[in-house]
């Protein structure tokens, strides 16, 4: 299954969180944020909801 980013348009009322990854993986996040123009955030979010998804939770 080709990863697909959430469209950034569409935003709702979100909190603030601080997450500490690697350097390596946040490397990996900002090179993929790169290939479909969009935010690290937006990318780390994408991954996160499609878990969900996938998931049924």
Request: proline share 0%; aromatic share 26%; hydrophobic share 60%.
């Given at each position: 299954m080709a990863f697909t980013p959430r469209e950034t348009k569409k935003k709702i009322k979100a909190g603030y969180k601080t997450?500490?990854?690697k350097d390596?993986?946040?490397e990996k996040i900002n090179?993929?944020?790169e290939k479909h123009n969009?935010?690290?955030n937006n990318i780390v979010i994408s991954i996160i909801e499609d878990?969900?998804?996938e998931n049924n939770e």
């Open positions: 997450l500490y990854i390596n993986l946040a090179k993929l944020a969009t935010s690290f878990f969900f998804k």
